[in-house]
């Protein structure tokens, strides 16, 4: 994360192996073909092939941002969402306990919030 011209700016990459979620200046790009994006100018989010959050980003203010989402993290899983940061052993994992932000298939529902705006 890093601050330009009073924007704040998020810079990484998420993978599984198979897909990717990058991030650079906050344009975002997603591979892998059971993953789906939506977006809109205060939050990001990545659905997998159920529709699951698995990826959140949600601007709240100029200088505040949640982001919650699954994530590798050595021999575990890191799950960041409402009930805060777990870690969890090995390939044990549980959904996002996170309302889905934005209706899908996107290319259908760009930038249309599922309900109101994100929370």
Same mark, same amino acid.
């Given at each position: 994360?890093?601050?330009? *011209?009073?924007?704040?700016?998020?810079?990484?990459?998420?993978?599984?192996?198979?897909?990717?979620?990058?991030?650079?200046? *906050?344009?975002?790009?997603?591979?892998?073909?059971?993953?789906?994006?939506?977006?809109?100018?205060?939050?990001?989010?990545?659905? *997998?092939?159920?529709?699951? %959050?698995?990826?959140?980003?949600?601007?709240?203010?100029?200088?505040?941002?949640?982001?919650?989402?699954?994530?590798?993290?050595?021999?575990?899983?890191?799950?960041?969402? *409402?009930?805060?940061?777990?870690?969890?052993?090995?390939?044990?994992?549980?959904?996002?306990?996170?309302?889905?932000?934005?209706?899908? %298939?996107?290319?259908?529902? %760009?930038?249309?919030?599922?309900?109101?705006? %994100?929370?």
């Amino acid at each position: 994360m890093y601050t330009e *011209n009073g924007v704040l700016y998020v810079d990484a990459t998420l993978t599984d192996g198979q897909r990717h979620i990058e991030i650079r200046k *906050n344009t975002f790009s997603v591979t892998g073909h059971s993953y789906d994006k939506n977006s809109s100018r205060n939050a990001f989010e990545v659905v *997998n092939e159920r529709g699951e %959050p698995i990826f959140q980003i949600i601007r709240r203010s100029a200088g505040i941002i949640v982001i919650n989402g699954i994530f590798a993290m050595g021999d575990g899983i890191a799950i960041a969402d *409402n009930q805060g940061l777990e870690r969890l052993p090995g390939s044990a994992i549980r959904p996002l306990a996170v309302t889905r932000i934005f209706r899908y %298939p996107s290319w259908q529902y %760009p930038a249309e919030y599922e309900s109101g705006q %994100p929370r």
